[in-house]
């Protein structure tokens, strides 16, 4: 089973506002967008993607993301997380009417298509499954198969959310790659532990994170 997977990115000027004790203003949409590049980068390469469509309405990072390969919808509801990755998924079936959908963070800097590979397949044996992150209040993925709604409710304990909403929690080990995203200074050790992608790599050079 291949997946399309809806990827939803705030204008850069708004995002990763936590990194605040970690990099200074000028640098956080840098930041932000770089994640953006190496989640999707890497969500490219998985055998178990067909294709990532991202929804966003921050003009850079639009073309940037088109140019790795990505789809690039505008955020035409304009009302916050949950509302892009529905009318992404809308998008998407209406294209594919028969596409497995999933919605995926855009902060993933460190995602291995493998273990993301991983998540998918057995995301594939329920009708709509989530993954939670690795601080285990939020969700990183969340999974609709063939003809179910994704009904999306990421935002806080969004964990505790989707689980109340019907989704199976997938419990996985060797997956740490697509629980670890990236909200806080702490988040983003963790991700450098991992290993994360070049632009991400690039972009975090300049902080002395493990020095703080």
Known sequence: ????????????????SRLADTAADALR????????????????????????????????????????????LAD???RGLNPALEFGAAKVRA??????????????????PAELARVLDAAAQFPR??????????????????????????????????RASGATELILDTVDSVRQDVDTGIDLRAALALGVGPRTA???????IFGQ
């Open 202 to 208: 690039t972009a975090t050079a300049r902080l002395l």
């Open 29 to 72: 949409p840098g930041l932000a967008l770089a994640f953006a590049q190496d989640t999707v980068a890497a969500a490219l390469t998985c055998p178990a993607v067909a294709g990532v469509a991202v929804v966003t309405d921050d003009a850079l990072a639009a073309r940037e993301l088109s140019a790795l390969g990505a789809s690039v």
């Open 76 to 78: 035409e509801p304009g």
């Open 1 to 16: 089973m291949q997946w399309t997977l809806v990827v939803p990115l705030k204008p850069l000027a708004r995002a990763k």
């Open 129 to 162: 499954a989530f993954l939670p992150d690795a601080a285990g209040v939020g969700t990183t993925l969340l999974a609709a198969g063939p003809g179910m709604e994704l009904l999306p409710t990421f935002g806080t304990d969004s964990r505790a959310r989707h």
């Open 95 to 112: 294209a594919r009417p028969n596409s497995p959908v999933a919605a995926l963070n855009a902060d993933l800097p460190a995602l291995r």
